[in-house]
């Protein structure tokens, strides 16, 4: 018996419109975990939708958690997902080569199909052939994996690392020479640009020959990146249905999960560490200073893995003496998870940008921490030496750069 491959082709679903039409533009919205905080721009979502099919009707933005408008969409789901073989969809069998134009104005390639789930386990210590590259929040798995099993067809908004130089993309870009077009169109509120190509018949196997040939290769082929906890929560589903059905769930469309598979080695790929502020300092901040200055010395020029600091009175780099994680960034939030958990009326917040962190330090009361950020890659070698990474090490790119839903799967008998 020849060995599955971990990444193949699927029977992938997308709405029969023709590839430019404006349709396309109604249909695809952006992940539901993006604008958690600005409930706005999914009302603008409703107003370019205007009615028309939507993958809007399938997801419940996480703006609407805990709020009126969650039970409302989530009636809505349930009625769309019941009457999903009337939605009109076409059919792909084998992979979508994708080109997706970003805000920064570089195009981000792709391939979508399947993961094997397998062949990921997201726990810390996994040696499986997809890994988590961060820490998997369980408390977040249940709800999700709920979701999903109630659900006839799956929306991908997951991004898997691949290493530079695969061959997985570069095969399916060859292919796209002479492939299919499927859709080419812009994508709502500045989402930019996004161009798809069915990729099937022999040009299917190709690229399914290409990832065989890499994930034997390695023995860590692909980490995730974006939507960790989305395939998470699938693996959990799979797992459920596992429990009742044994080996009969080996063949259950849920045991597969759709994806985008992208290199680390493409320059549209940017990883930016995510800096940390503490903030609520006003009456312990004698006490943080004297802790931080307790296990760090002044940083050398020959020190590699150094961190500023910077407060209303002190701008300084430093470095730890007895590190306790392979990444400063790790033991710098062990620091501050032991001070917040002395000290509750002390906060840490994640700043994506370098200037605002800054800002927010020299405020009274308050502390940034710049450092530098894990290369992208090196990714791949430090999951697979030292496990998943801290939490919110790195991002990748502006919420309009993620992932928008567009293709669908079947993941019911």
Known sequence: MTKKNVFSAAKILLPDFSPKSEEFSRWSVIACDQFTSDSSYWDACEKIIDGRPSTYDYILPEAFLN????????????????????????????FVYVERELSTGNVRQGVVGKIDLEAYDYSPDSESAVRASEMTVADRLPPRAKIRSEATIELPHVLVFAAPG????????????????????????????????????????????????????????????????????????????????GDGALSHPARYALCEVVSLGDQAI?????????????????????????????????????????TSDIEKELAFTCPTHALIVGTLQDFIDKFLSKHHEVSCDYI??????????????????IFNGIAKEDLLPYVEKNGVLPRKTFSMGEARDKRYYLEARKIVL
């Open 166 to 245: 695969s061959g997985v993309i570069e095969e399916a870009k060859a292919e796209a020479e002479n492939g299919r077009l499927i859709y080419d169109f812009e994508l709502m509120q500045g989402g930019g640009h996004i161009k798809g190509f069915a990729l099937e018949g022999r040009a299917a196997e190709n690229v399914e020959n290409a990832a065989a040939k890499y994930e034997a290769s390695t023995a860590l082929p692909y980490a995730v990146g974006d939507g960790n906890h989305s395939l998470a929560a699938a693996k959990l589903h799979y797992e459920n249905i596992k429990k009742q059905l």
């Open 352 to 369: 994506h940008g370098r200037e605002e962190a800054e800002e927010i330090g020299r405020r009274p009361g308050c502390a940034a921490f």
């Open 270 to 310: 940017e990883f930016e560490p995510i800096y940390r502020v503490v903030t609520g300092l006003d009456s312990v901040y004698d006490d943080f200073i004297s802790e931080i200055s307790s296990i760090t010395e002044i940083g050398r020029d020959g020190d590699e893995e150094r961190i500023k600091i910077i």
């Open 67 to 94: 709020t009126k408008r969650e039970e409302e969409k989530s009636l809505l789901i349930k009625r769309c997902m019941a009457n999903v073989e009337k939605a009109g969809f076409s059919s792909i069998s084998g």
